[in-house]
């Protein structure tokens, strides 16, 4: 059984943007002030696959910025050109933040070791040596990763509820032989009382 | 027994935890920064401010900073963050679509996301630093959209890290358990030194969408209603206080006001006079010493004992 990789860039139904819309928009981009945005600061790479679904992976572009030297917020695009669709968020921790978590929450979590070791986590334009540093310590910190656009699905809008992902933790996850795959706990969310939502 | 909320930040502490930036950490920053593009970050073009409640939670309201990248004339991506600065947590992320698109979606979709139209005409939403007339356009189109907005990052009720599954959020309404905290409102405006009041007298020539789809806004036709019968456990009470979440929600106050046409603001005026109390012995509102925790009823079953001990 092979994994699968077949993220669609959605097509959003709609009408292309009109003029006066854009032009409005340029103004207020000129304008504003984007405080929390400016401190994004650097664009890494990596896959995603669900919790409860190994052989569905997406490929996930995180742009992201420091709270504090142990802390990062990142969204996740599925694309990092202009017309990325905005997919998903992971908050990465430093281990000694991660170990404060209640066990509960623990299992929101993923390590980042692997995926720096084995290249699969990068970042992209930024050259070697200088990546090192910082994927060193990104190979030490833990990550919480929620979707909520399944574009693997062919979803043409963010449809359904909130994913929690999952990163590699091992060789062999990502597109190979899956049977030898451990057994992850899937993490299956509905909402309580209002619907609940078939993930397959 | 192990809940997944969060320890609670005590005044002062540091959401998140954490050291500072190192001067290395730093120049790592800096260094991508000026060799990637960021283009989706480049790509975002407004600010909104507005406020969003939590749909298991309608009493919990926050003030949220949406940063909002428009893909299409009918689609609307946002980041969305508790507050202005640098500092701010990214708290999580809305769509929002225009009505058109809304109306395709199956039913039990609809029901995840809410109306903007109110929360528009009477000037909750407002873009800081744009003048009113600028936004004018946007404001109409915004108006007749819906939007679906997850929290990731309860920091409203202090969690340091992001703890949980996510929450689904609901935007402010008219009435009911919909209706803003003013409270929070007037905080908001004297911020950004505007008047939601002023505002939302210039927005009233925004034309009203002609229909909402009642499935969205899920709580207005499935929330408000009583318990018909007692039910469950008992909840244990806690009396009004005079800061954070002991507030009461001054609509209610008023509407308790008119009922017997008294007003509470005299009435406190005329008080002044009752003495404090020497001594609050700090036991007692047990929430303000342990930061807005409550107490709540758990009922577990149990091994019943059939046999009464020998005398």
């Known amino acids: 059984m092979e994994g699968v990789n077949v993220s669609t860039h959605p097509e959003i139904p709609g009408e292309p943007t009109q003029t006066g819309t854009a032009l409005l928009e340029k103004a207020t981009a000129t304008i504003q002030g984007f405080g929390p945005v400016n401190k994004i600061h650097q664009h890494l790479c990596a896959f995603h696959f669900y919790g409860h679904d190994m052989t569905r992976q997406v490929e996930a572009h995180h742009f992201c910025g420091h709270l504090n030297e142990e802390f990062r917020q990142c969204l996740i695009y599925d694309r990092p050109d202009d017309d990325g669709r905005l997919i998903g968020l992971e908050y990465i921790v430093s281990e000694q933040l991660f170990l404060t978590l209640p066990d509960e929450e623990k299992k929101f979590w993923h390590s980042h070791e692997f995926e720096v070791k084995s290249g699969v986590l990068f970042m992209p334009g930024v050259p070697g040596p200088i990546q090192r540093q910082d994927l060193e310590k990104v190979a030490k910190t833990y990550g919480k990763v929620i979707h909520f656009w399944q574009v693997d699905k062919g979803d043409n809008l963010p449809l359904g509820i909130p994913q929690v992902m999952m990163a590699l933790t091992r060789d062999g996850q990502l597109h190979e032989n899956l049977a030898k795959a451990p057994q992850q706990q899937a993490l299956i969310m509905h909402m309580a009382g209002i619907i609940s939502y078939d993930n397959t | 027994m192990a809940t997944i909320n969060g320890t609670g930040a005590q005044a002062g502490e540091q959401i998140p935890p954490g050291k500072p930036m190192s001067m290395e950490q730093h120049m790592l920053d800096k260094g991508a920064q000026m060799l990637q593009s960021l283009m989706p970050i480049k790509h975002m073009n407004q600010h909104v401010c507005t406020f969003a409640l939590y749909s298991h939670d309608m009493t919990r309201q926050i003030e949220t900073h949406h940063y909002v990248t428009r893909v299409n004339q009918d689609f609307l991506q946002c980041a969305v963050y508790d507050t202005d600065d640098s500092t701010g947590h990214l708290i999580g992320v809305e769509y929002i679509v225009s009505d058109r698109i809304f109306e395709t979606l199956p039913p039990d979709e609809q029901k995840l996301w809410h109306t903007h139209a109110y929360e528009i005409k009477s000037s909750l939403w407002v873009n800081p630093r744009v003048p009113e007339m600028v936004v004018r356009p946007e404001l109409e189109n915004l108006a007749k959209t819906y939007g679906k907005f997850w929290c990731t ?147 577990e079953t149990t091994e019943m004992k059939k046999r009464a001990s020998f005398p």
């Open chain 2, 153 to 299: 990052w309860q920091t409203d009720r202090g969690d340091k890290l992001p703890m949980g599954p996510p929450a689904l959020m609901m935007s402010p309404q008219g009435a009911g358990i919909g209706v803003v905290n003013p409270v929070l409102v007037q905080k908001r405006d004297n911020k950004y030194n505007i008047s939601s009041d002023a505002l939302k007298s210039a927005r009233v020539e925004i034309a009203e969408p002609e229909w909402l789809n009642p499935q969205a806004d899920y709580w207005k036709q499935h929330h408000d209603k009583g318990d018909k019968l007692p039910m469950g456990p008992p909840a244990l009470m806690m009396s009004p206080q005079g800061a954070g979440i002991g507030v009461v929600n001054p609509v209610l106050v008023q509407k308790r006001d008119d009922k017997y046409n008294i007003s509470s603001d005299a009435l406190k005026s005329a008080r002044v006079e009752i003495a404090e109390p020497e001594w609050l012995n700090p036991q007692a509102d047990y929430w303000k010493q342990h930061h807005d925790k409550g107490f709540a009823v758990e009922v």
